[in-house]
């Protein structure tokens, strides 16, 4: 049974600015508190209908974690999805670490993804491909925004995204390292042998990379259309989608050189 | 101004039913409403505030097509989406073609993709890459829900999606075509040399591909995750993402075969 303080706190979590007051975030559903548990963040208290406190998964919570039983009526309320899903965590953000760039190793750079579920499904893609190093600007959505955390499938517990100004950071690293970005009249994917580091630029969903950024990419590169004949006829790719490209053919790429 | 009984149908569009029995379904905001103009959908009627009326768009509706100028308050209650934009078309569904298997080709075949986001995403994503036949089992979303329209971003008025018995329809082409399917324990697809035709199964969200038709595919295929030392974590790829990375091997196969 929640208090009224309780069920308030909880609802307050929806919105960023409370979240950020309060340095948690909600985490929602039974898988993704079960990749919450196997992580290494840390549980400030799990809110749960009975099914779920007496299922398996509940075994593995430390029993030092407060554990709340609510009922079906609760969880709808404190609830972010359409269909809840027995149970609600509530995780400690993590204090962003200072990021330092590190040599043979693939960093991706977002310039301003705004739609919550594109952020989380890049963050699960770069997680299945192995790249672990995430950079956004300053206007990328909230990493813990409930869409991205669900929409990661839990990648978001594996792979720290820093924010920060992107212009000074790409500055600072584009004599080092190759800095890709995709745009129309680029070089061929497939033709742009992605060694072994570099770090990949994705542009904003509407307006693709932003011209402050434009002039730091030193490799222009294009997902090419239908060939041979150029029936492709879609005006572009989803961002989301144009990175799982991108990171499979970096991902090939190292593949290649390692065997 | 919009009568009463005017509005009680545009709304009730927003449900697949309604959709169905009148054989039309609805396409917001100026740059889908673009694409329709653009498609040789027949359009029953266009709601639209005066801006939109008023603006270049609006020059290349047909003089037979009813244009009905509308207010923000009833844009607003017509919309389906979160920031109404200026117009609503009603357009007319296309009666399903006869689908006959061609050589020479690729199609996707679908198998119960359940979320609209994704429908439309992969429908964006085979024109894209030049794919223009699409066969959905029957418990795929509906094609004309507009989220899907919305996702496709306007790939919906080019590439048809024709609804089928998934299983009947793998049985009659897999002799003479190969049927690629992904699975954990498949040929990784940079190795898999995608010829000039195939069919492409994509299984379901939740999933996968399902036992019925697992048993129809003849050539299991695998995206690798992170390589050399497997690093990637990411439990799976999500299935539009797949799709992506599938279908740009797909082309980059087609390329090098032209070259």
């Avoid at 400690?92 to 043979?104: I, Q």
């Avoid at 750079?109 to 963050?123: C, E, S």
């Avoid at 720290?160 to 690293?173: K, M, Q, T, W």
């Avoid at 239908?226 to 989608?241: I, T």
């Amino acid at each position: 049974m929640l208090s009224r303080n309780q069920l308030k706190l909880l609802t307050s979590l929806h919105l960023q600015k409370y979240r950020q007051e309060l340095g948690v975030f909600p985490v929602e559903g039974v898988k993704m508190v079960n990749e919450l548990l196997a992580s290494n963040f840390e549980i400030q208290g799990i809110y749960a209908t009975a099914e779920w406190i007496n299922s398996p998964y509940a075994t593995s919570v430390d029993p030092n974690t407060t554990l709340t039983i609510i009922n079906d009526q609760e969880l709808q309320k404190i609830s972010n999805l359409n269909a809840p899903n027995q149970v609600v965590a509530i995780a400690r953000m993590k204090s962003p670490e200072p990021f330092r760039v590190l040599h043979n190793e693939w960093i991706l750079a977002l310039d301003q993804i705004r739609d919550p579920g594109n952020l989380g499904t890049i963050i699960r893609t770069a997680d299945w491909f192995g790249i672990n190093r995430i950079v956004a600007s300053y206007g990328t959505a909230d990493l813990y925004n409930p869409k991205v955390v669900q929409a990661s499938m839990g990648s978001v517990f594996r792979v720290p995204v820093h924010y920060a100004p992107l212009r000074e950071f790409l500055a600072g690293c584009n004599a080092d390292m190759p800095v890709f970005g995709a745009f129309l009249d680029g070089q061929r994917i497939q033709d742009a042998a992605f060694g072994s580091q570099g770090i990949l630029v994705i542009g904003n969903e509407s307006h693709g990379i932003s011209s402050e950024i434009e002039s730091l990419i030193t490799r222009r590169v294009t997902i090419l259309k239908a060939a041979p004949s150029g029936q492709g006829r879609a005006e572009s790719l989803n961002a989301s989608l144009a990175t799982a490209v991108f990171c499979y053919e970096i991902n090939r790429n190292r593949t290649i050189t390692a065997s």
